[in-house]
């Protein structure tokens, strides 16, 4: 397992991980580390973007850096799909009691 230090990147407040063995300085990896998720939220578009797919292709701390927000992205999504089914069938079941209540 590598060392890694857990950051928060002072804009966003998003977390991410430097690694004391990356090729960049930790300001460097906050600044990808945005980067990397306005890539995610695909609010990168021309130079910034292949910029950023280069980066992902060409160092390794980047890429498991993407990797890793990717991954957050879709646990947070499929949880989110499971709570605003959640929802929708408790909504659904107290409407049903109210009209039964109002009905009968």
């Given at each position: 397992?590598?060392?890694?230090?857990?950051?928060?990147?002072?804009?966003?407040?998003?977390?991410?991980?430097?690694?004391?063995?990356?090729?960049?300085?930790?300001?460097?990896?906050?600044?990808?580390?945005?980067?990397?998720?306005?890539?995610?939220?695909?609010?990168?578009?021309?130079?910034?973007?292949?910029?950023?797919?280069?980066?992902?292709?060409?160092?390794?701390?980047?890429?498991?850096?993407?990797?890793?927000?990717?991954?957050?992205?879709?646990?947070?999504?499929?949880?989110?799909?499971n709570l605003h089914q959640e929802a929708q069938e408790i909504a659904q079941s107290v409407w049903?009691?109210?009209?039964?209540?109002?009905?009968?």
């Amino acid at each position: 397992m590598r060392p890694h230090t857990v950051m928060s990147c002072r804009k966003t407040k998003k977390m991410g991980v430097y690694r004391p063995d990356s090729p960049y300085s930790q300001a460097e990896c906050e600044s990808i580390i945005q980067k990397l998720e306005l890539f995610l939220d695909g609010q990168l578009h021309g130079k910034a973007r292949a910029e950023v797919e280069r980066l992902i292709a060409d160092c390794e701390y980047c890429a498991e850096q993407y990797k890793l927000e990717k991954r957050l992205r879709q646990l947070l999504a499929r949880r989110w799909h499971n709570l605003h089914q959640e929802a929708q069938e408790i909504a659904q079941s107290v409407w049903q009691r109210l009209r039964k209540s109002f009905s009968g």
